[in-house]
């Protein structure tokens, strides 16, 4: 069985093809905060979608953007005495989000292009589409004409007659049309756009962010031309795979269909995918709503394994709830694929493993798994039945050492020795379809020590601002230079001190 996905732009499953390496351009984050698990779907999602091309034999070249131009960003410019810049707070943004993809055990991306690297690409693309008619210039701003791209509102399933004016208010006047949308802002961010994002109240002006130059005027790209520019600069004209948040489908990737495929004449993407959002307490998790868990603090309190194992419960397509029961159910699934490989590897690494003893229902439940994944996987990476299939060979291997162990049968029927093939056909299966593909990390540190590790972090922490507040200030920085000896980073701000794990 060939791969087969859900393709929003035919609207129907469709089966994935590819002519040589597989190109997979994921819309990244405006980096306007720090990452929190609604971020971190998609994120997984991708992450897997890679591994499972890589272990169905393709080379991906796996491209994600980072946005580090934006008027969110904009809006924190002065909320630390450190941050007297868009790209200050760009850049501290951008550090903590590299720092949980790491931490969620995501392979790299190929590259991570970021808006500010990109706008000399940026400035040609709009060149070429105000050249070939379908994009328009308007008091130093530039916009895209959606009535002259034909198909326009495929993705979304739109007519251009019904779509609601795009942008802010005060460039509707600027506009042919309502529904056109911005590929270059002249003048920097208004300070109203700024505070409408801000989080604090800044006594002063806010600053408008970067701008640079263009034949137009001094200005700032609009944000769905970036990531055109970026996935082409890098990727080419047509990607195999184009992934992103279903949040991004209108307006976001409809404007980026129209204006790629205006200024090449090519088919933009082959596939689109879309993964549902993160609800918490019956929202969208949202930063801006306030109902998030950040990322390192998830990894604190659950641990990687147990966060990925949470996202493989239910379908990338659909949305997925957040709740007590939910994490539960991952941490039951993630402990019982931890002790069944960790009791496999260990009675297989033992002098009771041999090489003669066979167990023919443990070697046939080892290729059940590995047909039942690989059915699984494909049929629109089901992950929840992927899973379903390892959690079916902990019951062969418990039942196979159950009953060497003389746990599982009478005395005179126990077998005398351990299967070491079927065995060692059990680990690799964990091993080869738990690790590599669904990224999960046998044999790591416990998700028990691990908050454990996380409780002393705290203590110590609670131990050296008791330290600062008696004054012991040299104290104190011999408690913070003692953790990050041992890999944690520890920053002080507003709310008091945080960490991370390095």
């Keep these: ?30 980096v306007s905060d720090d990452p929190h698990l609604g971020h971190a779907r998609l994120w997984f999602h991708a992450d897997v979608l890679h591994r499972w091309l890589e272990h169905l034999g393709y080379d991906v070249r796996h491209v994600e953007n980072v946005t580090d131009v934006n008027e969110k960003i904009t809006a924190r410019v002065g909320e630390h005495e450190e941050w007297t810049a868009e790209r200050d707070v760009a850049e501290a943004f951008t550090a ?88 270059w802002k ?8 700024a505070r409408e994002h801000a989080k604090h109240n800044h006594g002063e002006c806010v600053p408008a962010g970067e701008t640079w130059d263009a034949p137009w005027s001094e200005g700032r790209p609009g944000w769905h031309v970036e990531c055109s520019a970026m996935s082409m600069t ?33 088919k933009f993407a082959r596939h689109w995918l879309h993964v549902g959002l993160l609800e918490m307490d019956g929202e969208k998790m949202s930063s801006s709503i306030g109902n998030f868990w950040t990322v390192p603090d998830a990894l604190t309190e659950l641990g990687v394994n147990v966060i990925r194992t949470f996202y493989a419960g239910a379908a ?39 090489s003669k003893a066979t167990d023919e229902e443990l070697r046939a439940a080892v290729e059940r798994t590995r047909t039942a994944f690989t059915e699984a996987m494909n049929d629109d990476l089901n992950l929840r039945e992927a899973t379903a299939a390892l ?16 746990n599982g049968a009478t005395p005179d029927a126990a077998p005398e020795a351990y299967d070491y093939r079927g065995l060692r056909g059990a680990v690799e299966a964990f091993e080869e ?41 040299e104290r104190a920085d011999e408690l913070r230079d003692a953790l990050a000896d041992v890999g944690v980073d520890v920053e002080d701000g507003e709310d008091g001190a945080s960490y991370r794990l390095e």
């Design 391 to 406: 959690l079916d060979l902990t019951d062969a291997v418990n039942r196979h050492v159950d009953a060497v162990d003389g």
């Design 186 to 193: 002249a003048g920097g961010v208004s300070e109203t756009a």
């Design 433 to 473: 379809l738990g690790g590599d593909v669904l990224g999960l990390q046998f044999g790591s540190t416990s998700d028990g020590e691990v908050d454990l590790a996380g409780e002393l972090i705290e203590l110590v922490l609670d131990v050296r601002e008791a330290e600062r507040e008696a004054g012991n200030y």
């Design 316 to 354: 990338y397509r659909s949305e997925q709830a957040l709740t007590e029961e939910t994490i539960a159910e991952a941490e039951e699934r993630w402990h019982r694929l931890s002790r069944t490989h960790d009791r496999a590897v260990e009675a297989l690494d033992s002098v009771d493993a041999r």
């Design 96 to 183: 903590s989000t590299f720092a949980a993809m790491r931490g969620l055990n995501l392979l790299r991306a190929e590259v991570y292009p970021r808006v500010t690297e990109h706008v000399p690409e940026i400035v040609d693309l709009v060149e070429t589409l105000v050249e070939k008619g379908y994009a328009y210039e308007s008091n130093g701003s530039v916009y895209f004409d959606v009535t002259r791209f034909e198909g326009y509102g495929a993705l979304s399933n739109q007519e251009v007659e019904e779509l609601e004016a795009q942008g802010e208010p005060a460039e509707r006047s600027e506009k042919r049309n309502p529904a056109d949308f911005a590929l």
């Design 234 to 266: 890098h990727l080419g004209d047509t990607l195999d795979i184009h992934m992103g948040g279903r949040d991004l489908v209108f307006p976001h990737h409809e404007n980026e269909i129209a204006q790629s495929t205006a200024a090449t004449g090519e």
């Design 1 to 30: 069985m060939s791969l087969v996905v859900t393709d929003t732009l035919a609207d129907e499953r469709v089966e994935f093809t590819a002519d040589g390496d597989v190109t997979l351009y994921v819309c990244g984050l405006t």
